[in-house]
């Protein structure tokens, strides 16, 4: 009686960002690609009005800093900060963001 060979196991199909990610990571720059959705999502979180407010989003060890050019916004921003910290928390979580701080800056938006 003949033997019957195994069916090698079918490979799952692979979700496109986590090859994305792979090759950044390879490249030396997941860090960027980390930045760039981390400041996507911080804008569509803070919608249109903030985000023309917003000039710039560095993200540092686990640490989003967000700078704004008007104390109004900033001051807005610091009643918002703990919500929009779960927020990216709860739709990023594998960037591990820890804190968010805010800043004033001269820059114009970005």
Known sequence: ??????????G?????????????QTLGVKGDFEKFKVEKKCREL?????SKALTGVNFKGRTVQ????????????NFRKAE???KL???LPEI???T????LTRKTQS
Request: charged fraction near 25%.
């Open 1 to 10: 009686m003949p033997r019957r060979r195994k069916k090698k196991p079918v």
């Open 12 to 24: 799952g199909l692979v979700e496109v960002s986590s090859l994305l990610e792979g090759a950044l």
């Open 46 to 50: 803070l919608g249109m009005q903030f």
């Open 66 to 77: 967000l700078e704004f050019n008007h104390s109004i916004w900033m001051n807005e921003m």
């Open 84 to 86: 929009i910290l779960l």
């Open 89 to 91: 928390q709860k739709e």
């Open 96 to 98: 591990g963001i820890k």
């Open 100 to 103: 968010l701080n805010l800043m």
